[in-house]
Every structure is written in C-alpha cells, then in structure tokens.
C-alpha cells in the first residue's frame, strides 16, 4: 500500500499548528509554577513550620561569626560568642530563615527560567514581557514576600525580642534606690521633651571592634570589588551607614525640636533620627545599680542585655532609647539606596537581620534641686548577623560595633 502524503499545509494553518504547541508549554510550565508553590505551601503547613530550604540549592552560603568563617550549605546560624553567659535565648519566631520564599525558591531552584523563554515565542502569542524575565523574577520575589507577611501577620522574617536577667550573684541595688533613679530619668527626660523645656547637642560615635569588621568570609573581597566600582565602598562603609560606623553623628536640637523635625531640616536621615534624646519610660527592675551620688545627681546605671530589640518598648534597651536596628526598617533603606541598586547585583535584599546588645552603660546628671538633666551618655556593643539575597546568591555576614552618644545641656 502506497504511503499516505501528508496534506500540504497553507501559511496561515502552520502558524495555527505552531501557537496550539506553544500555548501547550505555555500550560504545562504553569501547572509547573502551581504544583511547584502547591507544595510548599502544604509543605510548611503540614510540618508546622516552613523547611529551610537554600535559596539557591547549589550556592554554599558562607556563615560568619565573629571574624571566624565556616562553609556550609545549610542556612543554620553559627552560634555567636556574645551571648551572655546567663539567661536562656528563646527560638526565633517562626517565620525566620526565609520561610515560604526559602521553600518556593528551594523547589523552583532547577527551572531555568531563561530556557523556557527560549522556547516560548512570546511575540506569537502576543504576550509583551517587559524588561525579560528578571522582571519576572523580580514580580515572583514580591509575590512571595507578600504572600508569607499575610500568612505570618508579621515583616518578612522578624524576630521577637529576647532580654536576659542579670547575672546571678550580681548586685542590682535595692528595689527603692533602683525606682528612684529611674523615676529621675525619667521625669528628667520627659521634661526635655514632653515640656519641651531644654535644648541640647548630642555627638553619637560607633566604630568596628578589631575583630568585628563586616565581614561574609571568603566573598569578602569580591564584593568589595564590586562596590568599590560605585564610589569607592566597600561592605564595611554600607553596613556601617545602618549602625552609625561612619563618622560622627552630630546635632543641635532646640527646644521643643523633635526627631521629625530634623529629619524634615535635613538635620538628619532615617537611621540619625533615633540618635535623637527620647523620653524614657525605665521601670526597676530594667536597671543596675553601678553608681550613684545623691549629693551630686550624678548616676550610673547598667541595662539588661537583649536580642533583636523591637519598637514595641517591651525590654529596658527600648524603654531608654530608639538607637537600635530593626529588620523591616533597614531592608527599606537598602532598598531605597540607589547606589547599591546601581551595582552589578540587580536584585539586592536584606532577608534576616539578628542583633545582640551587650554590656549597655548609661551616665547621667540631674540637678538635686530641680529635676533638670545636666548631662547623659550611653554606650553598648553590638553584634549583628544579616543575610542578604541577590541575584545570585544568599550570603551570611556579621559585624561588631561599639558605640556611644552624649548628650550636653
């Protein structure tokens, strides 16, 4: 029996034939991308907790600790020397270590996105994909961001506040001295700006410890390649703009001037701000007892040490002062920064931030007579560890600071 011809096909029927198997990967790659976030998803529900899954399961992701670096290919957090000696950490909350996006990106870590372009010809089925595919990387990222804030009620990987007692054997004072002095504070405090009575300068000073530069081991040196090629940064000077690592910050505030107001001057940024003298809100048992003349009004006084404080004034760290680092509000500012989105990373994410403060001293004077502050200072030390996502990669680094600010009258 003869062969059987196939018919010969006009123009307009092969490009048919062509958009029916196009639009055919166009399906299949889409139940690709909803089996792919199904699971995930049933994933975290059904284990009670999202599974840390590396962003790029091929990327080693380096740990930092301290100046010392260790390589891994987990996310699990290297454990840091500052803890304090007493007092037990509790766990993060439960969203931290990338939850639903870690788990997404884990499963659709082996699809390359550009192949499929390449094989979709999106012109034919008169789909306009505006700026290639990073825009689509770049829509899933939000997606997904948005997507486990909703499920979580909460910024994207945040932590709940951990502040330790003091040690045992240490002498706090008594429970009487302890209120007093924190009723000056706070009286004093709360005229400076609640009554809006004083004016003052302040002059806020940080620097890396010797050991504490930031730091993501091995891939130190190339980044600060890549920022050097942007004004001459380095990671040092961009993680040092966050915790004041920079150079001195320095202001005179009027009276009744607020931390806005400077901010609306051009006084200060959204970081300098919370160098601003806040009114205090100390309890008793937030403090240490480390100095005290009542002749003289002159106090000093240790606070508590604490985890990831927040601004929810729920530890003595935050009912003293706002001069700390919260996650959401530093992932803003880097995202707000044009230089860094001008480097050769196209997508530049702060995804974790964890920070411990440590040996908090604060110094002041009250007039005995009137109440009146006549002078106050603090100082602490730092220790951060963040987790950045690029294009690319995730890496993991850590930085130590000392830092200190006075306030004259």
């Known amino acids: 029996m003869a062969k059987k011809k196939n018919a010969d096909l006009t123009l307009e029927e092969l490009q048919d034939k062509k958009a029916k198997r196009q639009r055919g990967w166009v399906r299949f790659c889409a139940i690709v991308l909803a089996v792919a976030l199904t699971a995930g998803m049933y994933g ?21 600790n301290n100046g010392g670096t260790s390589t891994d290919d987990t996310t699990t957090p290297s454990t840091d020397t500052t803890t304090p000696s007493t007092g037990t950490s509790t766990d993060s909350s439960s969203d931290e270590g990338g939850g639903i996006l870690d788990t997404i990106m884990g499963l659709l870590g082996g699809i390359d996105l550009g192949s499929i372009a390449g094989m979709l010809d999106l012109q034919g089925l008169g789909v306009t994909a505006v700026n290639g595919i990073q825009t689509a990387k770049e829509a899933l990222l939000a997606f997904v961001d948005q997507l486990e804030a909703s499920v979580t009620g909460k910024p994207t990987i945040s932590h709940d506040a951990v502040e330790y007692p003091f040690a045992d054997g240490t002498e706090v004072g008594e429970q009487a001295d302890r209120q007093a002095i924190v009723d000056l504070l706070n009286a004093a405090t709360a005229k400076v700006n609640d009554e809006k009575e004083a004016a003052y300068n302040f002059t806020r000073t940080a620097q890396y410890t010797e050991d504490g530069h930031a730091s993501v081991g091995a891939q130190t040196d190339t980044i600060n390649q890549i920022l050097g090629l942007n004004q001459g ?3 040092d000077t ?5 915790n004041g690592a920079n150079e001195p910050v320095a202001a005179s505030v009027a009276a009744g001037q607020t931390a806005e107001d400077l901010v609306a001057a051009g006084t200060l940024n959204a970081v300098s701000k919370n160098y601003v003298l806040m009114s205090t809100q100390l309890t008793a048992d937030d403090i240490q007892i480390v100095q005290q003349n009542k002749v ?7 606070l508590k040490d604490v985890d990831n404080p927040n601004r929810r004034s729920d530890c003595g760290l935050t009912r003293f002062t706002n001069d700390y680092l919260v996650q959401h509000e530093v992932a803003e500012e880097i995202k707000n920064s044009m230089p860094l989105n001008q480097t050769d990373f196209e997508i530049m994410k702060l995804t974790d931030l964890e920070m411990k403060y440590s040996d908090i001293l604060v110094t002041f004077q009250v007039n005995p007579l009137t109440g009146a502050l006549k002078s106050m200072s603090y100082q602490y030390v730092s220790y ?26």
């Open 296 to 302: 003289s009004g002159k106090y000093t006084i240790a």
């Open 233 to 235: 940064m380095t990671l």
């Open 384 to 409: 951060g560890k963040f987790t950045v996502r690029t294009n690319t990669v995730q890496i993991i680094g850590a930085a130590t600071t000392t830092a200190s600010n006075i306030y004259t009258f």
């Open 238 to 242: 961009v993680v040092g703009v966050f």
């Open 44 to 64: 975290v529900a059904s284990k009670g907790g999202p599974k840390k899954v590396p962003v790029y399961p091929n990327v080693v992701q380096t740990v930092v």
